[in-house]
């Protein structure tokens, strides 16, 4: 109870580890089906938190962003940007997100894309701070 509609599946490995599988809203290229009716493609993310709270890992499961600008959220690099960060150090980045920007999973020029992705990453945390009894700033 309390848990995001967002927050798709969550389980706990036999380390103590909590995955979590989520899906955020973004920017996306539309889909359409056989009628001619489009809709936005949600990005599908896996986060792996430690017990003590820290992003061990993160993977983009699936996506529909914009190739060379919002594709970015599904490389290494960009995964690599969330190792380690803690509930306390994820914010939902200023709009434009331009190249200077620090952030956790800032994307210059993707914007929703991050924005999204930043979003599902704190819901990640609500959940594991749900389920753990933590702080939401620990």
Request: aromatic share 10%.
């Amino acid at each position: 109870e309390g848990i995001h509609k967002d927050v798709q599946k969550m389980y706990v490995t036999a380390t103590g580890n909590y995955v979590f599988e989520l899906k955020a809203d973004a920017f996306s290229v539309h889909e359409y089906d056989e009628y001619g009716s489009g809709q936005n493609l949600p990005i599908i993310i896996q986060v792996s938190i430690s017990a003590d709270g820290k992003i061990i890992d993160c993977l983009t499961l699936s996506h529909g962003e914009s190739k060379n600008i919002g594709d970015k959220c599904a490389t290494q690099e960009y995964y690599d940007t969330w190792i380690g960060v803690t509930a306390d150090r994820v914010v939902i980045s200023k709009e434009p997100i331009t190249s200077d920007n620090t952030d956790p999973g800032a994307i210059a020029g993707a914007t929703w894309t991050a924005q999204g992705y930043q979003r599902a990453i704190k819901r990640a945390f609500e959940a594991f701070h749900l389920l753990t009894g933590g702080n939401q700033n620990d």
